[in-house]
C-alpha cells in the first residue's frame, strides 16, 4: 500500500561510498524522500523534520550507535531505525534491540535486499498508522465539534450544553430517548470533545448479543473457559481502556449480569470469564436506553442499586416530532452532504416536501428522517425534492392507526413479515423497513417476532 505523502529516510553513514549506494537502492522507489548524512550532529540537526525511517551506521566519528541511537528514540519514538555494522557482534546486536532498533543488518552482499524488504514492511506500517490517525481525526473533528448534534430547538440547545459540561470531568452519563434520536451521537461527542478522545470509544448494544455471550463480550474469556472459548479474548472493557465504553439498551441486560457489572464498576477492576486475575481498568460510561429505567426499577427488571450507579448525569433526548422545524433543518443537512458525497448537484426540498414532512411523525426519527430524505435524493427528477418523493406512506398510515395496541400489532405484523420474507436477515430488514436493528433484536428477545 503506497501512501500518498512522500515516506522519508535519512540515511546516516560516514563511509561516503557505502551511503551513497544505500541512498541511491532507496530512492529507486519514487515514494522515497531520502536524505544522506555523515556524523551523527548532522542527522541531530535535521530530525526536526521527522523522518519515518533511518538507517543508522553503528559507529560514526562523533558518536557510537547507542548514543544516537537513544536520542533519535527520545525525540522520535514513532521513527523505526535500522542498525547497520561493518562487523557482527551479537552483544551488541542484542543490545541495540532491546534500546527499540527495529533490526541489525551486518554489511554484507545482501545486505541491500535486506534492506528493501525491512523499507517495504516499515513503509506499510506507517501507512496504515497514517491512515489509521486520520480517521481518528475525521471522526473526532466531526463528533468533537459542537455541532455534531444538529438542531436549533432549545431542548436541542439544552442537550449540547450537557454535552459540554460531561465532557469536562469523567461523569457517567445515562442518554435516553426514542430510537434514532441520536443517542450513540451523544456518546461520541461526549468522548471527542473530552480529552479522552485520542483513546477507544468502544460501542456495545445489550440487545444485539446473545444473553449466553454478553459476559464474555464484557468481561473477556480466558482459553477455554466455556465450550467455543478457543482462545482467550480481551472483554470490551478492558479493550475501552482509557476511553470511552457506551452500552446501548443497558435495559436489556440480564438481572444476574446487573449485579456483576456493578460489582466490576465500584471496583473498577474485570476478571475475564474463567480466569483468576483482575485487571484494573478506567474508562468513562455512557450508557442509554430507549426505556425509562425507572419504572424498570420499580417493575423490578433493573437493580436500584445499579441504577443509581449509572444514572450519573442524566440527558434526555425528546423524538424529532416534538422538536418543532429542525426536521426541516436536518433533512436540508442530510440532502446536501449526500448531494456531495455521490458527485450529484446539489438538490432541495420544495415547500410541498417541507409541508410532508412537518406532518409525519417518525416513529424511527432522525434515523428515519435521514434515510427517507436520501431516498428521496436519489428519486428526484430535477433540482427539487417533491413532496411525492418522499417514501413516508408507511409513517401516515401508522398516524391515523388510532390506539397504541393497533401500532405496535401493525408494526410487529410488518417487521414479522419482512423478517419471514428476508430469512431471518435482521440487518436486511432494518434497512428496508429503516427502522433500528436494536429494536429488532428486543422485539425477537421478548418474543414479539418468531425467527425461523
Ligand atoms: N441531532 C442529530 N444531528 C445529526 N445526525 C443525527 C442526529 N440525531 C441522530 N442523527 C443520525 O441519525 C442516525 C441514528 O442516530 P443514533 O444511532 O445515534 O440513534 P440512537 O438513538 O442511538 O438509535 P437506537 O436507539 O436505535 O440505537 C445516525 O445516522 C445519526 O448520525
Known sequence: MASVLPFK???????????????????????????????AKACLEQLGEQPDFITLDYSLPDAKGEQLLGQIRERLPGTEVLVISGQEDISTAVSMLRQGAYDYLVKDENTLDRLWNIVGKVEQQVSLRRENTQLRQQVGARYGAAQALLGEHASMQQVRTLIAKAARTTITVSVSGETGTGKEVVAKAIHFQSDRA????????????????????????????????????????????GGTLFLDEI??????LQAKLLRVLQEREVTRVGGNQAVAFDVRLVVATHRDLLTEVQAGRFREDLYYRLLGLPITLPPLRQRGNDALLLAEVFVRDFCRQNNLPL???????????LEHTFPGNVRELKAVVELATVLADGEQILGDDLP????????????????????????????DEMDGDVLAVAARLQIGKSTIYRMIQQQELRVN
Open 9 to 39: 529516510i535519512f540515511v546516516v553513514e560516514d563511509n561516503e561510498w557505502y551511503g551513497e549506494l544505500l541512498a541511491h537502492r532507496l530512492g529507486l522507489n519514487p515514494n522515497h524522500s531520502v536524505q544522506r548524512f555523515t556524523t
Open 347 to 357: 438538490r432541495h426540498l420544495s415547500e410541498s416536501a417541507c409541508e410532508r414532512l
Open 198 to 241: 485520542a483513546q477507544p470509544f468502544v460501542a456495545v448494544n445489550m440487545a444485539a448479543i446473545p444473553r449466553e455471550l454478553v459476559e464474555s463480550e464484557l468481561f473477556g474469556h480466558e482459553k477455554g473457559a466455556f465450550t467455543g472459548a478457543v482462545a482467550r479474548r480481551v472483554g470490551r472493557l478492558e479493550e475501552a481502556n
Open 251 to 256: 435495559a436489556d441486560l440480564d438481572l444476574s
Open 392 to 419: 413516508l406512506r408507511a409513517g401516515r398510515a401508522l398516524v391515523g392507526a388510532g390506539s397504541m395496541l393497533s401500532l405496535r400489532e401493525q408494526t410487529t405484523a410488518i417487521v414479522q413479515q419482512c423478517l
